[in-house]
T-cell receptor
Framework: EAGVVQSPRYKIIEKKQPVAFWCNPISGHNTLYWYLQNLGQGPELLIRYENEEAVDDSQLPKDRFSAERLKGVDSTLKIQPAELGDSAVYLC?????????????FGPGTRLLVL | AQSVTQPDIHITVSEGASLELRCNYSYGATPYLFWYVQSPGQGLQLLLKYFSGDTLVQGIKGFEAEFKRSQSSFNLRKPSVHWSDAAEYFCAVIPLSSGSARQLTFGSGTQLTVLP
């Protein structure tokens, strides 16, 4: 069974440029999560989807970040414009139903460097 | 403040030695407890989790963890470390306390180096 797929794996951009990350969850998983992982820190939740609905986006900086999961399968996270402080690893995870305490399966992440 | 703490930023052990990674939490009610491992270039992988019941939890790759309510701890252990265990280890919780977001909340991680 294929795991969570993320692309690109690495991205280098200049500040003020836009950037997008793509995630394809494990087949059949209804719940999708985007996390931000700063250097030397644990991941922090940005947004959680149940199918195509964003059910928790309280920690997504909405002035520059946006996300979508149009058909309830794959998802895109966008930053526009990027700032130096956005340099981090962006992780995507999925789980079957989003049940409380349900195991989340993580992708390898996209490492973003903003110059 | 409500938090999950991993006191050790970096630990070095020799191959074959035993390992213990510390995790402490500070929440009004005992949260759900997890340990994840992150190897370079790979996603976070769940090692084990504790919700209730037997306080000694067995996980994958020979790891185990012990929940101690009196110490608010959930330490990860392995009797004999292999070179392939070198990675970053994260303790995580899902708080059950009122006023806490019921989402997976991670500690800052412990980097494990294994010497040959």
């Amino acid at each position: 069974e294929a795991g969570v797929v993320q692309s690109p794996r690495y991205k280098i951009i200049e500040k003020k440029q836009p950037v997008a990350f793509w995630c394809n969850p494990i087949s059949g998983h209804n719940t999708l999560y985007w996390y931000l992982q700063n250097l030397g820190q644990g991941p922090e939740l940005l947004i959680r989807y149940e199918n195509e609905e964003a059910v928790d986006d309280s920690q997504l900086p909405k002035d520059r970040f946006s996300a979508e999961r149009l058909k309830g399968v794959d998802s895109t996270l966008k930053i526009q414009p990027a700032e130096l402080g956005d340099s981090a690893v962006y992780l995507c995870a999925s789980s079957p139903r989003g049940g409380f305490g349900e195991t989340q399966y993580f992708g390898p992440g996209t490492r973003l460097l903003v110059l | 403040a409500q938090s999950v703490t991993q006191p050790d930023i970096h630990i070095t052990v020799s191959e074959g030695a035993s390992l213990e990674l510390r995790c402490n939490y500070s929440y009004g009610a005992t949260p759900y407890l997890f340990w994840y491992v992150q190897s370079p270039g790979q996603g976070l992988q769940l090692l084990l989790k504790y919700f209730s019941g037997d306080t000694l939890v067995q996980g994958i790759k020979g790891f185990e963890a012990e929940f101690k309510r009196s110490q608010s701890s959930f330490n990860l252990r392995k009797p004999s470390v292999h070179w392939s265990d070198a990675a970053e280890y994260f303790c995580a919780v899902i708080p059950l306390s009122s006023g806490s977001a019921r989402q997976l909340t991670f500690g800052s991680g412990t980097q494990l180096t294994v010497l040959p």
